[in-house]
Nanobody
């Protein structure tokens, strides 16, 4: 069955960095556009980033442009999100997902940005 397992979250100070990972299995990862979405406390799901099948086309929500970078390793069925210059408003549960809406997502990894 389809499985998406996120890892790499944690507590970081403002201005810090984290790299999130997502291990995919149960489907043809290399044939699927992939997404990162997040959910801040008390808010709905928010699309964060998209990466195309081959990784050459990437898109980001405006609030993370220039700070976050999405990439993938199709040989390892892995999706990543490098997050730099983190801000308190980035605090959220981060999910990798097979749909931009956030459906077909993993269990999430918590990112907390606080001093």
């Amino acid at each position: 069955q389809v499985q998406l397992v996120e890892s790499g979250g944690g507590l970081v100070q403002p201005g810090g960095s984290l790299r999130l990972s997502c291990a995919a299995s149960g489907f043809s990862f290399s044939s699927k556009t992939m997404y990162w979405v997040r959910q801040a406390p008390g808010k709905g799901l928010e699309w964060v980033s998209t990466i195309s099948i081959g990784g050459s086309v990437k898109d980001y929500t405006d609030s993370v442009k220039g700070r976050f970078t999405v990439f993938r390793d199709n040989a390892k069925n892995m999706l990543y999100l490098q997050m730099n210059n983190l801000k308190p408003e980035d605090t959220a549960l981060y999910y990798c997902a097979r749909e931009r809406s956030g459906s077909n997502r993993g269990q999430g990894t918590q990112v907390t940005v606080s001093s």
